[in-house]
């Protein structure tokens, strides 16, 4: 009980929720991009990889 307090007092001082929907039909290149792949990761990377161009 005490580990799964500390667990979700953890969570919610260290991290954020983004939501993403996305559309099966306009988005589908997006969807495609991802299959296959940990979501999560591969959105992070992609980010990632977008701002150090920007920099």
């Given at each position: 009980?005490?580990?799964?307090?500390?667990?979700?007092?953890w969570?919610?001082?260290?991290?954020?929720?983004?939501g993403?929907?996305l559309?099966?039909?306009?988005?589908?290149d997006?969807?495609?991009?991802?299959?296959?792949?940990?979501?999560?990761?591969?959105?992070?990377?992609?980010?990632?990889?977008?701002?150090?161009?920007?920099?």
């Open positions: 009980m005490a580990e799964t307090q500390a667990r979700k007092t969570t919610k001082e260290n991290t954020t929720f983004v993403l929907k559309n099966n039909r306009t988005d589908k997006i969807l495609l991009a991802l299959e296959g792949k940990p979501k999560q990761t591969e959105i992070k990377r992609l980010i990632r990889a977008a701002l150090s161009k920007n920099e």
